[in-house]
């Protein structure tokens, strides 16, 4: 009975993490099929971090690089600023989605929710250890427009 009750629950594991990483290729398919070089957007990054105040912040990209990062007083954000290297980790599309996949593989819980026509994540909660108190993420993309 034991090799039963465990055998139904490796399948169930296998499938709910299958699926996570389906929905994830298949986004990440439709993001590099629409083959978008310039793009625009706002991000946001809810932490228990202390650059809570710089957000939301602009970004924009142009080839995969950043070209600008205004935090939400409409002040540049560069290197100089303490959050500039967090902020850097999730400003572009491909870095989120690198961060998101790192996250599916090694995260207690994660969810996300993708934009229907580009398949970029528009919403990402990680939780990195259940029980662990302040170690949760949230991401938010929002207003994004292609630039050319």
Not at 85 to 102: G, H, I, P
Request: charged residues 20%.
């Amino acid at each position: 009975m034991k090799k039963i009750v465990f055998a139904l629950l490796t399948i169930i594991l296998a499938a709910c993490s299958f699926t996570a990483s389906s929905e994830y290729d298949q986004n990440l398919g439709k993001w590099q099929d629409a083959k978008i070089t310039h793009y625009r957007y706002t991000l946001s990054i809810g932490c228990f971090c202390a650059f809570r105040e710089d957000m939301p912040v602009i970004v924009e990209v142009l080839n995969g690089e950043i070209v600008s990062i205004i935090s939400a007083n409409g002040s540049p954000m560069d290197s100089a600023n303490p959050a500039y290297s967090s902020v850097e980790y999730y400003a572009t599309m491909d870095r989120l989605f690198t961060q998101l996949k790192s996250a599916l593989d090694e995260a207690d819980e994660v969810a996300a929710v993708y934009d229907s026509t580009y398949g970029f994540p528009t919403s990402i909660s990680i939780d990195q250890i259940k029980d662990a108190v302040d170690d949760e993420l949230f991401i938010t993309v929002e207003n994004f427009e292609v630039l050319e």
